[in-house]
C-alpha cells in the first residue's frame, strides 16, 4: 500500500491535523511503510491472530 | 582515594562510606557537580542541573546521618532522572521547547520512593525529544558517547546512560517502551534493565504508551541496579496497572555461580544473524563465561520475534500519538523536532483496525516468549549486531523509504523489542569492548515477574568479569573537545 500526499492529506483532515505539505511526503513514506509491514504480518500470522485476543497490558490471574 | 574514583563507585561503595560517616553527601553531590561543570558541555547528558537544591538536601541528609538516623543505603546518593519523569518544583520539559514545563507540579512515585529512602535528585537528563527515538535535532544539545564521540550514545534515556557512565551521577531513571533504557545502557557501558510491565508505578511519567511504558534504573553494576528497583519498585494506588505482587529481595538471590541454570540463546536475536567480528567475538566469550560458572545454554528460535518493531510501531506510538494530537501537535506542530514529529503524526493516521489486529500480533509474540519460559530459566540475546554505530548514521534518515524499513528489521531495536512487546524482565549487561575501546552488551530476559532469575545470572556473569570496572577515560576521549571550544571561544 503506497499512500500518496493527497491520502495524508485526506486523513490527517479527519482528525483535524494540518501536516504542511513539506513534511506529507515524509508521513507517507512512514505510515505506508508500517501498513505494508502489517499486510506481511497479516499473511504471516493472519489466521493465527483471528485466534488471539489482543494483547491486554497485564495478566491478572495468569499463572507464569 | 581521589575524586574520579568516587564518581566512579558503585552504590554499595559509595553507601559504605557514607554510612561510616568517611565521606559526606555533600561531597559526593559537589564532586558531581563539578564533573558536570567540567564535562557536559561537551556530553549534553543534562538539561537541568538543580545544584543548590542537591547542596541543600545533602546537608540535610549529612545531619540526619550524624544523629544515626541512616535512612537506606540510598541515604545521600544522588540521582538524576529521564526529563520525562515529573519532579516537583523541577522542572520536566520533555527536551521540547513548546513549554517550559510539563510536570505540573505533579511528583512521579518513583522520584518520592527514592526520596523517601534518602537519595538526592541531581538533575535530569537529557533524551531524544519526548522520548521518542527519532529526534534529528536536539535543543538541549546532541548527547555523545562518553568512550567516543563519533559514535551513537543509543536513544530516548541517552543522558541518563551517559550520565552514569561518565561518572557523572551514582544512577539515573530512565523510561524504557522499546529499549530506551536498554540501549543507553549497552552503547555507553552500563547496566539497564526493563522491568516486568506493573512492577514499578508509571505515575509520574509523561509517556503515554500505557501497554507498554516502564520507569527503571540504570546504574553501573547489577547489584545498584537491583538496590534501586528494590526502592521503586511495588504497587502504587496512582497507577492501577501497577502490581500488588510481594516485591522480593533481589540481592539475597545473587550467586557467583549459576550451576542447575538453563538459558536459552535465541536464534533470531544473536547467532542467526549476520554479526560484527567484534560483536561475534564477545558473543561467544561471554557464552563461555556462563558455561565456566555452571550454565547450561542450548539455542532456541523465536520466529515471532522478527515482527516485534512493526508491531510496537503500530501499538505504542498510536497510543503516544492519541494524546499529542489533542495537546500539542495540532496547535504546536512546527515546534516538534522534524523526526519526532513525522513519527506522530504516521502514528496518528494508523487506523483502529490496524491497532487491535497488531495487538493481537503482540500477544502471539508475547505467547512465544512465554512459551520459551517453560523450558529455559532466562533467555540470553545480543544487544546488537554491530558496535554502536558512528553517530551521523544513527540518525533516521526520514525521506527514504529503504531506511525506514531498515530500521525497522535490521536495527538494535530488533534485540529489544520483542520482550517490550511482551511485557518481560530483560537487562543489558557490560560484556566487552570493540577495538575502538566502545563497549558491546549481552541481554538476559525472564518471564515476567522474575526480575530474581535475571538479576542473578546478570551478576553472576558481572562479577566473573571486569568490564563493569572499566570507565571512560574522559581526559583523553571527552578533553580534546573542550580544548577545541576553548580555542574556538578564544578566537572568537
Known sequence: MELSKDDVRNLAKAISLDIPESDLNTVALRLSSLIELMEQIEHDLGDEMDKTDPIPPVYPREEF | ?492
Open chain 2, 1 to 492: 582515594m581521589n575524586e574520579t574514583d568516587l564518581a566512579y563507585m558503585s552504590i554499595a561503595e559509595q553507601a559504605a562510606l557514607i554510612e561510616k560517616k568517611e565521606i559526606s553527601p555533600v561531597d559526593l553531590i559537589q564532586i558531581y557537580l563539578d564533573r558536570i561543570e567540567k564535562w557536559d558541555g561537551v556530553l549534553h547528558s543534562w538539561i537541568t542541573v538543580c545544584g543548590e537544591r542537591a547542596l541543600k538536601q545533602a546537608k540535610a541528609a549529612e545531619a540526619e546521618i550524624a544523629k544515626g538516623h541512616y535512612r537506606s543505603p540510598l541515604h545521600g546518593i544522588p540521582f538524576g532522572a529521564k526529563d520525562q519523569i515529573t519532579t516537583g518544583d523541577v522542572p520536566t520539559t520533555m527536551a521540547s521547547i513548546i513549554q517550559p514545563d510539563f510536570g505540573e507540579g505533579m511528583t512521579a512515585t518513583v522520584v518520592s520512593k527514592l526520596e523517601d529512602a534518602g537519595a538526592i535528585l541531581l538533575g535530569k537528563n537529557n533524551l531524544h525529544e519526548f522520548g521518542k527515538g527519532s529526534s534529528v535535532n536536539f535543543h538541549f544539545g546532541t548527547p555523545k558517547n562518553p568512550w567516543n564521540l563519533e559514535r551513537e550514545p543509543s536513544h530516548s534515556s541517552t543522558g541518563s546512560g551517559i550520565s552514569v557512565a561518565a561518572g557523572l551521577v551514582s544512577t539515573s531513571l530512565g523510561e524504557d517502551t522499546g529499549g530506551s533504557i536498554r540501549g543507553p545502557a549497552w552503547a555507553n557501558g552500563a547496566v539497564g534493565i526493563r522491568p516486568t510491565f506493573g512492577r514499578v508505578s508509571r505515575y509520574g511519567g509523561i509517556m503515554y504508551a500505557w501497554t507498554q511504558d516502564t520507569i527503571a534504573p540504570i546504574t553501573r553494576t547489577v547489584a545498584d541496579n537491583a538496590l534501586v528497583l528494590q526502592a521503586i519498585a511495588g504497587h502504587d494506588p496512582q497507577d492501577p496497572l501497577s502490581s500488588d505482587r510481594p516485591v522480593p529481595d533481589y540481592a539475597t538471590h545473587f550467586t557467583t555461580d549459576l550451576k542447575g541454570v538453563k538459558l536459552g540463546l535465541v536464534r533470531e536475536m544473536s547467532v542467526g544473524r549476520e554479526l560484527h567480528p567484534d560483536v561475534d567475538r564477545m558473543l561467544k566469550a561471554a557464552l563461555d563465561v556462563l558455561k565456566s560458572l555452571g550454565a547450561t545454554i542450548e539455542e532456541v528460535s523465536l520466529p515471532k520475534a522478527k515482527y516485534a518493531i512493526p508491531l510496537q510501531f503500530l501499538t505504542s506510538d498510536p497510543e503516544v500519538a492519541s494524546i499529542f494530537v489533542r495537546k500539542w501537535l495540532r496547535t504546536h506542530y512546527d515546534k516538534f523536532d522534524v523526526g519526532t514529529r513525522t513519527r506522530l503524526a504516521a502514528a496518528a493516521l494508523v487506523p483502529a483496525t490496524l491497532y487491535s489486529r497488531a495487538m493481537r500480533g503482540r500477544a502471539l509474540v508475547r505467547n512465544e516468549i512465554l512459551r520459551a519460559f517453560k523450558s529455559y530459566d532466562a533467555l540470553v540475546t545480543l544487544m546488537n549486531f554491530v558496535p554502536p554505530m558512528k553517530l551521523e548514521d544513527s540518525v533516521e534518515k526520514i525521506d527514504n523509504k529503504e531506511d525506514i524499513a531498515t530500521r525497522m528489521f535490521k536495527s538494535r531495536r530488533i534485540c529489544t523489542y520483542p520482550f517490550s512487546v511482551a511485557n518481560v524482565p530483560a537487562i543489558s549487561v557490560p560484556s566487552g569492548f570493540t577495538d575502538e575501546t566502545v563497549p558491546m552488551s549481552i541481554q538476559i530476559a525472564a518471564k515476567p515477574f522474575d526480575e530474581i532469575t535475571m538479576y542473578r545470572v546478570a551478576h553472576a556473569y558481572e562479577q566473573a568479569t571486569e568490564w563493569h570496572l572499566r570507565h571512560p577515560d574522559l581526559e583523553k576521549t571527552v578533553g580534546p573537545a573542550l580544548d577545541r571550544a576553548a580555542v574556538k571561544m578564544a578566537g572568537e
